[in-house]
């Protein structure tokens, strides 16, 4: 028998490989299923199954592109009512994978559809569950996402969510708990940087398990606290229902490799977005006019999700040499499809062809101070609300990155304003935005809010009435 969890950092999900005597199952794959595939080969097995345990909203799965490259069955838990063919499991219902069995548990809550699979092994022994997005490491699923679908309130599919969990608390405290994603995620609020734990020990720390916690206890935790999901979340959740292109063909029309002449006449004719994926740090110090900054060694795809609001937007990418593929995979995996090309040799190709190039002022911390000291500055923090009321500079005005389309509106193109976040990463994405919005006035501080801070010059306060913020 063989476990594997396939873990993608950048979008803290888990997938899973199980294989037994010759067959295999995958558990919730990302849309690039080739690394699967390649698995099963080499140890000569056939992938029986893909198990869903939902219709995903972070991310878009690669059930369909395996099924069909594969021959393998697609199956949901009950409730899910796929566009494609695909297995509805009974709660209870047994399938056979080698000398293993997984037992179908429906656990509504997090959707409708939410379903765990409980794997057995040749004797029956209960050894794991594959949670989804029912029971997190120190967590569990959001019961807000579904609320439009299901017909109910937040505190409705809260109250499912609660009887889920204590069916799962009835399994045996040493079965495995894998779920489908870790720290980082917006499926939930608090979940921890491990992927896998006891059930047991989950008893032990995990809030919403508590022993003796009420169904009222458990609604109001588990919906406090929550902040909005990212904007992309139901453009992914439709995709995994209702279909999508191969990923080869994503990948084939992503992969035209363009000059700077003709990436030039490309956006011109698709009105394309030049999507930057450098370093900040080498961003700034020049890039394409109207080029926008999401670095891929940042949070890229949820930022992309935020930000870039068209999931259909024709996209060309700046990348550093040899990145270009990761990007438009990262960028498939979370829906945007429509990359056209890339800059054939990256951002050095457009300096050498002569074209016009622009570049964004940074200040260091050291230098903010004195400015600070001899004039009157405008000072914006674009990190999360909840970071800036943990603590912030006096002065700064919050204005968080995943508002911007929102907030622009603020911000006065005749007025100077250094903006920071916490290191830079987002500070430089924010001022890119603008920036290609006609805003010339915006000034990086260099290493964020650590680096105002070390400095220590311009009065940290770690309070400020809500009512305040932007």
């Given at each position: 028998?063989?476990?594997?969890?396939?873990?993608?950092?950048?979008?803290?999900?888990?997938?899973?490989?199980?294989?037994?005597?010759?067959?295999?199952?995958?558990?919730?794959?990302?849309?690039?299923?080739?690394?699967?595939?390649?698995?099963?080969?080499?140890?000569?097995?056939?992938?029986?199954?893909?198990?869903?345990?939902?219709?995903?909203?972070?991310?878009?799965?690669?059930?369909?592109?395996?099924?069909?490259?594969?021959?393998?069955?697609?199956?949901?838990?009950?409730?899910?009512?796929?566009?494609?063919?695909?297995?509805?499991?009974?709660?209870?219902?047994?399938?056979?994978?080698?000398?293993?069995?997984?037992?179908?548990?429906?656990?509504?809550?997090?959707?409708?559809?939410?379903?765990?699979?409980?794997?057995?092994?040749?004797?029956?022994?209960?050894?794991?569950?594959?949670?989804?997005?029912?029971?997190?490491?120190?967590?569990?699923?959001?019961?807000?996402?579904?609320?439009?679908?299901?017909?109910?309130?937040?505190?409705?599919?809260?109250?499912?969510?609660?009887?889920?969990?204590?069916?799962?608390?009835?399994?045996?405290?040493?079965?495995?708990?894998?779920?489908?994603?870790?720290?980082?995620?917006?499926?939930?609020?608090?979940?921890?940087?491990?992927?896998?734990?006891?059930?047991?020990?989950?008893?032990?720390?995990?809030?919403?398990?508590?022993?003796?916690?009420?169904?009222?206890?458990?609604?109001?935790?588990?919906?406090?606290?929550?902040?909005?999901?990212?904007?992309?979340?139901?453009?992914?959740?439709?995709?995994?229902?209702?279909?999508?292109?191969?990923?080869?063909?994503?990948?084939?029309?992503?992969?035209?490799?363009?000059s700077a002449e003709e990436l030039e006449v490309v956006a011109n004719e698709s009105q394309a977005l030049i999507l930057d994926t450098r370093s900040p740090e080498t961003f700034v110090k020049g890039f394409i006019p109207n080029a926008v900054n999401i670095g891929i060694d940042g949070n890229f795809a949820p930022w992309v999700g935020?930000?870039?609001?068209?999931?259909?937007?024709?996209?060309?990418?700046?990348?550093?040499?040899?990145?270009?593929?990761?990007?438009?995979?990262?960028?498939?995996?979370?829906?945007?499809?429509?990359?056209?090309?890339?800059?054939?040799?990256?951002?050095?190709?457009?300096?050498?062809?002569?074209?016009?190039?622009?570049?964004?002022?940074?200040?260091?911390?050291?230098?903010?101070?004195?400015?600070?000291?001899?004039?009157?500055?405008?000072?914006?923090?674009?990190?999360?609300?909840?970071?800036?009321?943990?603590?912030?500079?006096?002065?700064?005005?919050?204005?968080?990155?995943?508002?911007?389309?929102?907030?622009?509106?603020?911000?006065?193109?005749?007025?100077?304003?250094?903006?920071?976040?916490?290191?830079?990463?987002?500070?430089?994405?924010?001022?890119?935005?603008?920036?290609?919005?006609?805003?010339?006035?915006?000034?990086?501080?260099?290493?964020?809010?650590?680096?105002?801070?070390?400095?220590?010059?311009?009065?940290?306060?770690?309070?400020?009435?809500?009512?305040?913020?932007?």
């Amino acid at each position: 028998m063989i476990i594997e969890q396939i873990y993608t950092g950048c979008l803290a999900q888990g997938a899973y490989y199980i294989e037994s005597q010759g067959e295999a199952v995958i558990i919730d794959p990302l849309r690039e299923v080739d690394q699967y595939i390649k698995k099963a080969e080499k140890s000569q097995a056939k992938i029986k199954y893909i198990f869903e345990t939902h219709f995903h909203a972070d991310f878009v799965s690669g059930h369909i592109d395996l099924a069909e490259k594969t021959g393998a069955s697609i199956v949901y838990g009950p409730n899910a009512e796929p566009a494609f063919t695909a297995t509805i499991a009974k709660d209870g219902e047994i399938f056979n994978v080698g000398s293993l069995t997984f037992e179908v548990l429906h656990t509504p809550g997090h959707t409708m559809e939410s379903t765990c699979y409980i794997l057995k092994d040749e004797t029956g022994k209960r050894i794991a569950i594959f949670s989804g997005d029912t029971l997190f490491i120190g967590d569990v699923g959001r019961p807000d996402l579904a609320q439009k679908a299901a017909n109910l309130t937040q505190e409705d599919l809260a109250g499912l969510l609660y009887e889920s969990t204590r069916k799962i608390m009835t399994l045996p405290d040493e079965i495995i708990v894998y779920p489908a994603h870790g720290a980082g995620s917006a499926c939930g609020k608090n979940m921890s940087k491990e992927t896998q734990d006891t059930l047991g020990h989950q008893k032990l720390v995990n809030y919403a398990l508590r022993a003796g916690m009420t169904k009222e206890e458990f609604i109001k935790e588990v919906t406090t606290g929550l902040l909005p999901p990212p904007s992309y979340f139901p453009l992914n959740v439709f995709m995994n229902k209702m279909g999508y292109e191969s990923i080869d063909t994503v990948m084939q029309r992503g992969k035209r490799a363009l000059s700077a002449e003709e990436l030039e006449v490309v956006a011109n004719e698709s009105q394309a977005l030049i999507l930057d994926t450098r370093s900040p740090e080498t961003f700034v110090k020049g890039f394409i006019p109207n080029a926008v900054n999401i670095g891929i060694d940042g949070n890229f795809a949820p930022w992309v999700g935020t930000l870039i609001a068209d999931i259909k937007q024709p996209l060309l990418i700046v990348a550093d040499n040899g990145r270009e593929e990761e990007v438009i995979t990262r960028l498939a995996r979370v829906g945007y499809d429509y990359t056209i090309g890339y800059l054939k040799g990256g951002y050095s190709t457009w300096q050498n062809s002569g074209k016009e190039t622009d570049h964004i002022e940074s200040v260091s911390a050291t230098d903010l101070t004195k400015i600070a000291a001899n004039k009157s500055f405008h000072l914006l923090d674009v990190r999360k609300k909840s970071e800036y009321l943990s603590e912030h500079v006096a002065s700064a005005e919050n204005m968080p990155l995943d508002y911007i389309n929102d907030t622009m509106a603020e911000i006065d193109p005749n007025i100077d304003y250094y903006v920071h976040c916490a290191s830079g990463y987002r500070s430089v994405i924010f001022i890119s935005i603008l920036r290609a919005r006609g805003f010339d006035r915006l000034i990086n501080v260099s290493g964020g809010f650590k680096a105002i801070k070390e400095k220590g010059d311009l009065g940290v306060t770690d309070y400020v009435c809500p009512t305040t913020l932007l």
